[in-house]
């Protein structure tokens, strides 16, 4: 992550953040702790695919919905 000094333009977020990182809410949160304008996530080696989440729905977890 690295320090942007001015606002991003809303169209430019796509190209700066890489919200589907693992570290993406903690960088949110240190850029805003220290009051910085805008970050980029360009160039920065840290960046890890967030582990998707699967949801196995079974007929025993809501048998209401299996009665129709």
């Known amino acids: ?13 796509k190209h700066h ?12 949160d240190q850029a805003s702790a220290l009051s910085w304008p805008s970050f980029s996530c360009n160039g920065c080696k840290l960046f ?3 582990k998707s989440r699967s949801i196995v729905y079974d007929k025993a977890a809501s048998p ?5």
Request: with cysteine; aromatic share 6%.
């Open 1 to 13: 992550m690295k320090k942007i000094v001015q606002p991003l333009q809303l169209g430019a977020t």
């Open 64 to 68: 209401l919905a299996w009665d129709m």
């Open 48 to 50: 890890m695919a967030k």
């Open 17 to 28: 953040r890489r919200e589907e990182c693992q570290h993406y809410d903690a960088c949110l």
